[in-house]
């Protein structure tokens, strides 16, 4: 695994922009709420640390991943959003629907950033057991709920620098 030798939750906390100045969105998947919930909780406090005020935080809730895309869509085309952290959890089970769930996730998010030139975070964790999720939403490998917000805080800062 990857993530055996990184902690999700370390960064460089010298090497963020501040946020003060964006509103980011965060649509979220109720499905495997243990999981996503957490991860909800390390980004939306990783924004805030990093200067996004919370009223420039706008979380919804979906009923789960394969649902993301489109949420995350209609963040991009109603909210007044800087860029959005989409965050989901599938766990393998012994049906294809895993396969399908999180390839239909992965292309849409991509789309949603493409369509809409805009930073669309994937933060969606990919497991084969309950027990990896859980050690990457907060558990021994860290909260890739941080990794996400670091990612987007990161990415609306370039496209502020590009666009400017």
Known sequence: MATEYKN????????IPNGD??????????????ITGNLLKGAHETLVENGVKEEHIIVKHVPGTYELALGAQFLAQYADVD???AIGSVI????????????????????????HNLPVIFCVLTDNTMQQG????????????????VACIKMIELQNELSS
Request: proline content about 0%; aromatic content about 10%; glycine content about 12%.
């Open 134 to 149: 859980i050690d990457r939403s907060g558990g021994k490998h860290g909260n890739k709920g941080v990794e996400a917000a």
């Open 92 to 115: 393998q089970g012994e049906t294809k629907h895993f396969d399908f769930v999180c390839e239909a996730a992965a292309q849409g998010i991509k789309d949603v950033n493409l369509n």
């Open 8 to 15: 999700l939750s370390d960064y460089d906390k010298d090497n």
């Open 83 to 85: 860029g959005v952290i």
């Open 21 to 34: 100045d964006f509103t980011v969105g965060i649509v979220v998947s109720e499905w495997n709420y243990n």
